[in-house]
């Protein structure tokens, strides 16, 4: 369930600024979208219409705290249309009078608390503005309805409707669009990259499921569901989208330095681990052969990703795309080489990199002891687990058992455990019965004392 607009206890302070306007002259087409500043629910300021991340985008305006229940029934009609028309965007935008400006962090954050997935944070954009000459610039007569604009790269408007999503607006939405983007192509499969080298195991072209399950049967991707699994990821991208998202491999995530995985899955450093991975994140289908002309694309995270031609090979942030479109129900693949670090990030990681953690243990994980590397695997993967996400359990007591055969210091009794445990996952093909393989492994170290 959505949250309503505003709290029910800012009911009365909200009926304050809702008014009705005398009718004005029909709504009309090509009316530019007027500039205002508003901030998603995930605290980015955005400059309206420049910085919405579309080649076109389907804005929803409403004004009322019930219209939350109008302004869902978009969401699978925009999921449709983005599947069809790479670069469509999607944001509702919930506009409050500016009297209520006070009132923003309260409610914002009682939105962002009802809502459990951040892909729909990222694109509600919050306005508190005086709404009488917003109005007026959209020709919007009064405050009754919703109102969807579609508008173009440029920010104007080319098609308008009032009201909660009907099919008969089908038609008339899809002649607007097609003007505006290409429609998708025919899955006929790209051109295979003579270099680098498709990793073995590489994903299917078809689709075979959702995001998660089409990473899980590829194999290649163990660390960043672990990684998802430790950040709260799994649900949304199961279940939600449509998104492009620029995979890294196991092979990527080792090239990271020594003990960086380990850290990240710290429960101290999970808005850290969920920056990181919603950078790898966009809204909507980027079709491979589209990246360089598009050159920069808004991430879920909020920051730009930046693509470009390298002879034979789309490099996004400087990581070659290794597999592109690979598809999903509710997404669009790229396996990339690297994994991507925000801005932010990267020069945090950076600064703490040869600095001590809490417990004066090194930024590299082997350093710290073994048994806090196994507990904190199992306080992580333990409610994975209990959710049903075995798979996602299993990786993340994968990537502790690793990290510490890596480790120089870890015993050798130690060492013998973990081979044990990671050859009986072997010959498991069950994931729950994999990650219960790891686990009497995990216990077996912890009994020894370690």
Known sequence: ????????????????????????????????????????????????????????????????????????????????????????????????????????????????????????????????????????????????????????????????????????????????????????????????????????????????????????????????????????????LRTSGPYTVFAPTDDAFSKLPAGTVEQLLRPENRDTLRAILTYHVTLGRLASKDLPTLAMWRTLEGDMLTFAREGTSTVVEGARILKADVAATNGTIHVIDRVLLPRAVAKALAARSTAPVPGGHGADASSGSVGDVVRLAIERGVPLYNRGQHEACAAVYEVAARALLASASTPA??????????????????????AWALRRAFDRVLAAGA
């Open 413 to 434: 009794e130690v060492r013998a455990a973990l081979r044990a445990g990671l050859a009986d996952m072997a010959h498991q093909s069950d994931p729950a019965e994999q």
């Open 1 to 236: 369930m959505r949250p309503t607009l505003v709290p029910l206890a800012l009911t009365c302070l909200s009926g304050l600024s809702l008014f009705s306007a005398p009718a004005s002259a029909a709504p009309q087409v090509g009316t530019p979208f007027p500039e205002y500043v508003g901030k998603n629910l995930l605290g980015r300021e955005f400059l309206l219409p420049r910085d919405l991340g579309g080649k076109a985008n389907l804005v929803v305006v409403a004004f009322q705290r019930w219209h939350q229940s109008d302004v869902d029934t978009w969401v699978p009609a925009f999921r449709e249309l983005a599947a069809r028309y790479p670069g469509l965007g999607f944001y509702e935008l919930p506009v409050l009078g500016s009297d209520m400006k006070l009132f923003r962090g309260f409610i914002d954050g009682g939105m962002r608390r009802g809502i459990d997935d951040d892909a729909t944070s990222a694109r509600t954009i919050t306005l508190y503005i005086d709404k009488r000459p917003f109005r007026s610039a959209l020709d919007i007569p009064d405050e009754s309805s919703i109102h969807a604009l579609l508008l173009d790269a440029s920010g104007r408007v080319t098609w308008r409707v009032a009201g909660a999503f009907d099919a008969s607006y089908r038609a008339s939405l899809e002649a607007s669009l097609a003007a505006l983007l290409a429609p998708a192509s025919s899955p006929a499969a790209p051109a295979a990259p003579t270099s680098p080298v498709v990793p073995a195991g590489a994903p299917s072209s078809v689709a075979s499921g959702d995001l998660v399950g089409v990473a899980q049967s590829a194999g290649l991707f163990r660390t960043l569901l672990a990684a998802a699994g430790a950040a709260g990821l799994v649900d949304t």
